[in-house]
């Protein structure tokens, strides 16, 4: 991996609590990857690919409801040309757009199938687990630890839920990893994680949280914390470019968001969870 020393020491400071990002993402995207090598510009288009997943999921519910509002669509890796001729090659049962990967791919055969509804509860959980698996074959190690650790925490604030509610938890959880296979299977209250992840009871508190909106953004910190623990002996490599990127969307989305537009949004994050179950009275919007 390259050395970007004179990358990394311009970049300006930034802080969670930001009111403002010191740049945009797409502006550090702009200016960064002209001088990565090739690898690490691949490690790079991970982040952008979790864009894509989103546009995907946008154009196929746009299509599916032709009268619904034009979609908004975030900068990914591929235009809505390149996705909407990944729809069409399912459609005709051609192979994959040469560049696209295989899970996405995979992912519209699923949606077009109706099968994703079975496989997972609803479609975005189907396509974010299927983006894991990739993201995780990575070639980078702090790359592979990261999403682990992202799914680790978005499956184990589930699995909490889910236990509380009485939900099937094969159903809600995320992933084939340890942990995933854990939440799924274990009887014990911990679910036998606590010894293993030393972020475990971090993540068990923020369900301490009763405001939703609240809750997510101190999972944002211990996200953060999470990408300044491991780059801290990383000075100059991409790792710490990545994480900067990683960090900068978020200042991005907390200063775009006003509470109301959070706990909307966090509020039907829970509908979705709960699928086919009632959402508790607590969580409904007045």
Known sequence: MSNYYYIISGLPDISFDDSKAALSAEQFRTEVYESLSGADRKVMDILLLENDCRNLISILRSNHAPDANTVSLVQGLFSVEQLEELISAVKIQDRCPQGIPQFMYKFVQEWQEDSWQELAGFAEDRLWAL?????????????????????????????????????????????????????????????????????????????????????ERKADMLRWSWLEDNTFFNYFGVERLFSYMVRLGMVERWTSLDKEEGQNLFRKLIGDLKGQTAVPAEFKTN
């Open 131 to 215: 983006f894991y698996e990739h993201a995780m074959q990575a070639d980078n190690e702090f790359v592979r630890s990261w999403y682990r650790f992202n799914l680790d925490v978005n499956n184990i604030q589930t699995a909490i839920t889910a236990r509380k509610y009485d939900l099937d938890m094969q159903k809600v959880i995320v992933g084939q990893n340890d942990t995933a296979q854990a939440l799924r299977t274990s009887g014990a209250r911990d679910w036998g994680l606590s010894q293993e992840l030393d972020y475990f009871d971090d993540v068990v508190r923020l369900l301490d949280e009763d405001d939703l909106s609240y809750r």
